[in-house]
């Protein structure tokens, strides 16, 4: 019998993906309160998750949407913050990014880090014209990557519903 190479893309654990990007809060970076603006902390989880995206799909990829952005904690001045970033699910051209982000205080390092913000993007892989183009499938590999899996799936359904009825509310 003749073996056919398949068509499909080759999968790539969740852990390919894994990115983390670190850097030290600075006094540029606070807003009028002295803490840590929050547009900072979404342009450093912009980087990291395209990053992740742009490592599982082997080529560019870009930002389609932030879905979910929680900021749980302050960040301040002198703070060592890590982005950490997977990606989560993957379509057909699409992935969804999960980016943990964590705070080592500057007072004390020694403790644990504290989680300061949580957020879910949605990346496209795009070809040199910017159209999308197939993406890898993305393999779990433990029961929390599946767990992730999962949820994401919930997060994507919820989206696509949302911007259906919106659509269908403004076509009247
Ligand atoms: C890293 C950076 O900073 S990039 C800079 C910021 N980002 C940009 O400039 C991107 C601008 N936007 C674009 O170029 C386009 O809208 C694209 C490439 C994201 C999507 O192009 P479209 O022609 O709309 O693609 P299409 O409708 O075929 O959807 C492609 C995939 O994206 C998904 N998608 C598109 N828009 C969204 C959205 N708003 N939310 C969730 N998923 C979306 C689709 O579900 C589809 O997924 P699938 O193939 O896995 O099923």
Redesign the pocket.
């Known amino acids: 019998m003749t073996e056919h190479p398949s068509s499909a893309p080759a999968g790539k654990p969740t852990s390919y993906s894994r990115v983390t990007l670190s850097r030290i809060m600075t006094a540029v970076d606070v807003n009028l309160y002295g803490t840590v603006h929050g547009g900072v902390l979404m342009k450093f989880v912009?980087d990291v998750a395209?990053a992740s995206a742009a490592r599982h799909s082997g080529g560019t990829a870009?930002?389609?949407?932030i879905d979910e952005i929680v900021f749980s904690e302050a960040v301040r001045v002198g703070d060592l913050v890590h982005a950490h970033a997977q990606v989560n699910w993957t379509?057909?051209?699409?992935m969804e990014v999960g980016v943990r982000v964590v705070a080592e205080r500057w007072d004390s390092a020694e403790d644990e880090p504290v989680r300061v913000a949580t957020a879910y993007l949605?990346f496209?892989g795009?070809d040199l014209g910017?159209a999308?183009r197939p993406v890898r499938p993305v393999l779990p590999e433990t029961p929390e990557d599946e767990r992730r899996y999962r949820e994401a799936e919930i997060r994507r359904a919820h989206?696509?519903a949302r911007?259906r009825a919106i659509q269908a509310h403004r076509a009247g």
């Open positions: 912009d395209g870009v930002t389609a949407a379509g057909q051209t699409s949605v496209v795009v910017g999308p989206r696509l911007r």
